[in-house]
């Protein structure tokens, strides 16, 4: 009977320390947690400042900036419009289509065509290129979609020629 006493009471010790540990667990988990979110709040509140001061110095540059800023140069010596222009691509005639605004192409597109998408969709990446680059100048066919880029080149260009 006495070792039943000794067995209960080593088990209640047992019981009574896990607990404890436990208890204490869970104390340091939801600091950690606390400690976590003040970390996240802090960075949150950084990130804040950082933009507003980010904001307010693009705005001062930005007002200096305007100040000083004068009507963007006519690179192309192209007056405003929308000017049509015909090359030939691997089907026949290209048309296209080239919008200029305050002297700048703005817009390309092609209006008319007998060449295969597949060839088109290909050659179709030198629109963006003309455009960044403001004219033909430089601009390199697509291979595999040889025929269609030369059409949209010297459709552009031709466009380009009746702009100036």
Same mark, same amino acid.
């Given at each position: 009977?006495?070792?039943?006493?000794?067995?209960?009471?080593?088990?209640?010790?047992?019981?009574?320390?896990?607990?404890?540990?436990?208890?204490?667990?869970?104390?340091?988990?939801?600091?950690?947690?606390?400690?976590?979110?003040?970390?996240?709040?802090?960075?949150?509140?950084?990130?804040?400042?950082?933009?507003?001061?980010?904001?307010?110095?693009?705005?001062?540059?930005?007002?200096?900036?305007?100040?000083?800023?004068?009507?963007?140069?006519?690179?192309?010596?192209?007056?405003?419009?929308?000017? &049509?222009?015909? !090359?030939?691509?691997?089907? !026949?005639?290209?048309?296209?289509?080239? &919008?200029?605004?305050?002297?700048?192409?703005?817009?390309?597109?092609?209006?008319?065509?007998?060449?295969?998408?597949?060839?088109?969709?290909?050659?179709?990446?030198?629109? !963006?290129?003309?455009?960044?680059?403001?004219?033909?100048?430089?601009?390199?066919?697509?291979?595999?979609?040889?025929?269609?880029?030369?059409?949209?080149?010297?459709?552009?260009?031709?466009?380009?020629?009746?702009?100036?």
């Amino acid at each position: 009977m006495r070792m039943f006493w000794v067995r209960s009471a080593d088990l209640l010790v047992i019981v009574a320390a896990l607990f404890i540990y436990q208890s204490q667990a869970h104390v340091r988990t939801q600091i950690i947690s606390a400690q976590e979110e003040q970390q996240k709040a802090l960075r949150v509140q950084e990130a804040y400042k950082e933009a507003m001061d980010k904001i307010a110095m693009d705005k001062t540059e930005g007002s200096q900036t305007a100040e000083n800023t004068q009507e963007p140069e006519n690179v192309l010596g192209a007056a405003d419009g929308i000017y &049509t222009g015909t !090359g030939t691509g691997f089907s !026949g005639d290209l048309t296209v289509e080239v &919008t200029v605004e305050k002297g700048k192409i703005r817009d390309i597109s092609i209006t008319d065509t007998q060449d295969d998408d597949d060839y088109l969709d290909r050659a179709s990446a030198l629109l !963006g290129q003309i455009m960044d680059a403001q004219g033909t100048d430089g601009i390199d066919v697509i291979s595999g979609a040889t025929y269609s880029s030369k059409g949209i080149l010297e459709a552009v260009e031709h466009a380009l020629e009746g702009a100036g």
